[in-house]
């Protein structure tokens, strides 16, 4: 049996609805509005007791966005991750309804880990375990996503990927994929996490983690600042888009994704894996690199993430485009992070204007970078890049541009 | 568009050769039990681990220095299906090769471990070392780094049917003509926690054997290792079908979304077909999709040797499958009860040169696989 070329067709894809819970705000409107008065969402962490850490703060999602939307005692019973995915594929879908997708790729890095937490503290401590069964069945990675599909009644196959802090850009990505190799006509594609104290803690022993501002980029930056929040873009091919006469709000047009093999947590100095990932981004897209006129960045804030993410950006894009991180604002949301962050990009492809790098002062010596400093920028944006790296060197990237018929 | 198996490999309580296990497979054999203690509770479970001469052609790596269980699996079956399509590493170097790792409950020994410190003493005392290796994809990373992949990495989670969805992943990454190879891998740990999470959740038995298809189910016996699937543009056995899977919200609706899977990927009346009973609700709902779907046909159940591998167990079908297609063997069926007392039963289905996997995973998702003999 061989392998048949003829059949690989490269359909366009259209990105028909989006919908997001993050720091920043419950929904577009008040993600944008965030976004343009450069709004800082971190403060103390008051989920979990942190007096240990080192880094005492967070970014949450307000308490109603962790709430369900519904009454009932299977609703009750959710983790906030499935309730904030609920809330973003609520809006997405909200005034989509005729969007049902042959497919969903979510991502996420641990799901409905605090039951976990929950049902080990319990067993250890010997405490009541009445309780266990629910957190059993609803900690897995997995149930956030098959909760939110089952809300709406969809009944599409779902593949859940779990590529660390690129999670969500990988699950856009490979949408993107499904789509443009015609095995698939629409997908619902986002990503999920919700904070809990295995990973706080886990970022704060590895002293990733800041107890000052989350500074991108800076010269001051000493690290990262975690967040939570959920997103979902529907992503449709673009003739059945049109022809259902679906609002559509950009394109998605390139993905790249590349493994950097240099350690399971550090990048390689060098850049490389971020670069390629870029680098196949655009040509998938088919675009030079002076066609980006904005690239929302990882940008955690630790030295090794942002100084190797400079390096490969000053590298590929000699034209200099604006960049920024709105993990500055809104913390990094690990699984959720890509796709909220595509969201971000669709908002200021939409509504021209370059979301702010909060806490900024002046840039490292190793970032050679037009951030986009404390404030937003008025600008059209035709084409954006956004970037996600992760542990195990797993490094994605893709690319937004507005849509044109 | 085409896609084959060109090669596999396994890390089983029976063993983690090809021939090895597949010739216990074929005589009924059981692995030996083992007791996990669960020192909160002073309380233990029965589990089939891997023995650790399982992993003796494992190739020292700085990588496996600190690594779990679930990765030394992961690798080595890897690095055995690369061996088993004849795949050197200079032959790879010119090639596009991706990785998918499908996972359940991941890596748990070490996240157990880095947990019972913050409980224990404080989030002073959490160990920077273990935490990375908590993380879903960290054997993915590691197997990456010994095979020198620096391409399309992905992990993909699910529950026991995640294998059978990580080999859709892989065939969605190859309809991109550029990746001539796709290496699928799914590993697994066994642990005292999941057998207790298992026990509340009344899935697990005290003691073996597994008894398929019993009424009552009797429930399951959680075991541990890793399978991997290499898919290529060739090989002696093509996919010939997938379904990416389809989710129940409830039990009683399995064997409904089971028996849709099964159309899905084409499954004859009288078709061969490795299921995943395990000696829970799964048997029952299997065998009423096999009633629908495939009325004359056979459904074999491995579980019952192997116990539950969760994300490796739908693996460790898929490369069943591809033994009995290219060795016209298979051990006896399970299900009806029938076809057990038809001895050359196994020739004439394999001669038939296709077969279906199919898994039903303990937490609402199913899935489907179509192979036949290239």
């Known amino acids: 049996m061989t392998f048949n070329a003829a059949n690989v067709t490269n359909k366009r894809v259209a990105v028909v609805a989006a919908g997001v819970i993050s720091p920043l705000g419950l929904g577009l409107a008040e993600t944008l509005e965030s976004l343009r008065t450069a709004r800082d969402c971190v403060g103390p962490v008051t989920r979990f007791d942190v007096q240990a850490c080192r880094c005492q703060t967070a970014a949450q999602v307000r308490d109603e966005g962790l709430q369900p939307i519904t009454n009932g005692s299977r609703a009750r019973r959710l983790h906030p991750a499935s309730n904030m995915m ?71 196959p779902c593949q859940i990927i779990a590529n660390a802090c690129a999670s969500g850009t990988n699950a856009i990505g490979h949408a993107f994929h499904c789509i443009r190799s015609g095995k698939y006509r629409r997908v619902l594609a986002g990503g999920y996490d919700a904070l809990c104290e295995l990973v706080f803690v886990g970022f704060d022993s590895l002293q990733a983690a800041t107890p000052d501002k989350c500074r991108p980029f800076d010269a001051d930056r000493t690290g990262m600042v975690l967040g939570e929040g959920a997103a979902v873009l529907a992503l449709e091919e673009w003739n059945s888009a049109q022809d259902r006469g679906a609002n559509i709000l950009a394109e998605i047009t390139g993905y ?57 950006i000053r590298e590929l894009f000699p034209s200099g485009p604006p960049v920024s991180s709105t993990k500055s604002m809104m913390g990094h949301s690990l699984g959720a992070a890509g796709a909220i962050e595509a969201v971000v990009c669709l908002l200021a492809i939409q509504h021209s204007f370059l979301p702010p790098n909060i806490n900024f002062t002046r840039a490292g010596e190793d970032v050679d970078l037009d951030i986009v400093a404390n404030q937003p920028r008025s600008s059209a944006v035709r084409t954006a890049v956004s970037n996600s790296f992760g542990f195990g060197g797993t490094n994605a990237s893709i690319v937004l541009q507005t849509a044109r018929s | ?32 039990i083992a007791e996990v203690s669960d020192p909160l509770g002073n309380k233990s479970y029965p589990a089939y681990q891997v023995p650790p001469s399982a992993l003796r052609n494992l190739p020292p790596h700085p990588r496996l220095r600190r690594a779990s269980a679930i990765s030394r699996f992961a690798a080595a079956a ?24 499908a996972v359940a409950n991941g890596g748990v020994i070490y996240t157990k471990r880095f947990y019972r410190d913050i409980v224990d003493s404080g989030a002073g005392s959490a160990s920077p070392l273990l935490f990375p290796e908590t993380v879903f994809n960290a054997a993915a990373s590691h197997v990456a780094a010994i ?36 290496l699928v891998i799914a590993a697994e740990e ?26 009552p189910a009797g429930g399951t016996i959680l075991s541990e290792g890793a399978g991997a699937v290499l898919l290529a543009r060739t090989g002696p056995v093509q996919v010939a079908a997938t379904s990416a899977g389809a989710y129940f919200a409830r039990r009683e609706k399995a064997g409904t979304v089971l028996a849709r899977v099964l159309e899905k990927v084409g499954t004859s009346e009288n078709a061969m077909v490795i299921g995943s009973a395990n000696g829970t609700f ?12 495939a009325p004359s046909g056979v459904l074999y159940a491995i579980k019952g040797s192997l116990g539950e591998g969760v994300a490796a167990g739908a693996l460790w079908q898929v490369i069943a499958g591809v033994r009995a297609l290219t060795t016209a063997q298979m051990p006896q069926p399970q299900y009806p009860k029938r076809a057990a007392a038809d001895r050359s039963l196994a020739k004439k289905l394999t001669d038939r040169g296709e077969l279906t996997v199919l898994s039903c995973g303990l937490n609402q998702h199913a899935g489907a696989v179509r192979l036949r003999r290239a």
């Open chain 1, 86 to 156: 609920i809330r973003a594929l609520h809006e997405a879908l909200d005034e989509n309804q005729n969007f049902h997708p042959d497919l969903a790729v979510i991502g996420t890095t641990s799901g409905g880990m605090s039951f976990g937490e929950q049902y080990y503290r319990a067993l250890s401590t010997r405490a009541p375990l009445q309780r266990a069964p629910r957190w059993i069945a609803n900690y897995s990675p997995q149930k956030p996503a098959v909760d939110a599909l089952e809300a709406f009644g969809l009944e599409c």
């Open chain 1, 256 to 312: 790249g994704i590349s493994t950097d093999n240099h350690h399971l947590t550090q990048p390689n100095p060098s850049g490389i894996g971020p670069r390629d990932a870029m680098e196949q981004a655009l040509r998938t897209a088919g675009i030079d690199e002076s066609m980006v006129d904005y690239i929302n960045a990882h940008g955690t804030a630790t030295k090794f993430n942002d100084s190797a993410e400079a390096k490969a």
């Open chain 2, 1 to 32: 568009m085409n896609v084959c198996i060109a090669g596999v490999g396994w890390v089983t309580p029976l063993g983690s050769t090809i021939e090895e296990v597949w010739n216990q497979l074929l005589a009924g054999n059981i692995p030996p």
């Open chain 2, 78 to 101: 890897g690095l055995a299906a690369l061996t088993d399509a004849n795949l050197t590493n200079e032959h790879l170097q010119s090639k596009q090769l991706a990785l998918v790792f």
């Open chain 2, 147 to 182: 095979i020198g992949l620096n391409g399309t990495c992905y992990t993909v989670v699910g529950d026991g049917s995640v294998g059978l969805t990580g080999i859709q992943m892989a065939e969605d990454v190859m309809s991109d003509p550029s990746v001539d190879y796709c």
């Open chain 2, 190 to 215: 066994a642990d005292w926690l999941l057998c207790d999470a298992y026990q509340k959740w009344r899935l697990l038995r005290r003691q073996p054997p597994i008894e398929v298809f019993a009424s």
């Open chain 2, 282 to 293: 799964v048997d029952a709902a299997e065998s009423s999709a096999m009633d629908k779907v």
